[in-house]
């Protein structure tokens, strides 16, 4: 079956740390994206990749880093820089051609 | 500027119709889709508009007016599952990316 995995579905972590939230895809599609969604509001662009070795900042980048090494793989670390981590974090991918964006399960990340 | 507008929330009965608004201002357009997001979900792709009219699927039908801005998506025969958030994202030329509105919550009531 293919789709996209998003792992843990919730994670806890103190804060003052770096923590890193996976995303795979076996769906050859070639854009991937990461976002974040906080209650009561819509979806806020992190970062995104349109092609392997490549990435631009979303509207929301300040606090994150990302890579993509691998077409199937697009990891986000959340470091110690980003003020206000708690959040519900979602990663989509697309085919290039522009078609809509198919989402992951979600990560629910808790820092105290 | 890039901004989506759609009400934060909005109720109706089990069996009847509800029309969700979208309005829209992007610099160049490629595209309109509807998502469905259950509570604590990932959100799902129900409709993808990109040329003017109407665009039926089942229950859910989904209109474009370029010229104007605007989209709505129509449920019919609404079911209690049906209660969820919508929302209406817009792709730019730039780059491609999806620019989300904040979500309709619904609400289906008995």
């Known amino acids: 079956d293919g789709g996209i995995t998003q792992s843990p579905k919730y994670l806890f972590r103190k804060e003052g740390q770096n923590v890193t939230l996976s995303c795979e895809q076996n769906l050859n599609h070639d854009a991937m994206y990461w976002y974040r969604q906080d209650p009561g509001q819509g979806l806020r662009l992190i970062y995104y990749?349109?092609?392997?070795?490549?990435?631009q900042k979303g509207d929301i980048a300040e606090g994150y880093s990302v890579s993509r090494e691998k077409k199937e793989s697009f990891p986000l670390t959340v470091t110690s820089a980003q003020k206000n981590p708690t959040a519900f974090y979602l990663c989509?991918?697309?085919?290039?051609?522009?078609?809509?964006?198919?989402f992951g399960p979600g990560t629910r990340l808790t820092v105290t | 500027g890039q901004n989506i507008d759609q009400p934060t929330e909005m109720t109706a009965t089990e069996g009847a119709i509800v029309q969700i608004n979208c309005t829209y201002q992007?610099?160049?357009?490629?595209?309109l889709f509807w998502y469905q997001q259950h509570a604590g979900e990932a959100p799902t792709f129900l409709s993808y508009?990109?040329?003017?009219g109407l665009e039926e699927k089942g229950r859910f039908s989904s209109f474009l007016s370029r010229s104007k801005g605007y989209s709505y998506l129509l449920l019919k025969e609404l079911q209690m599952k049906d209660s969820a958030s919508y929302l209406c994202?817009?792709?730019?030329?730039?780059?491609?990316?999806?620019?989300f509105g904040q979500g309709t919550e619904l609400s289906v009531k008995p």
């Open positions: 989509a991918s697309s085919r290039s051609s522009g078609e809509g964006e198919y």
């Open positions: 508009n990109v040329l003017d």
């Open positions: 992007t610099s160049g357009f490629n595209g």
């Open positions: 990749s349109q092609i392997v070795n490549d990435f």
């Open positions: 994202a817009v792709r730019n030329n730039q780059g491609g990316k999806l620019i």
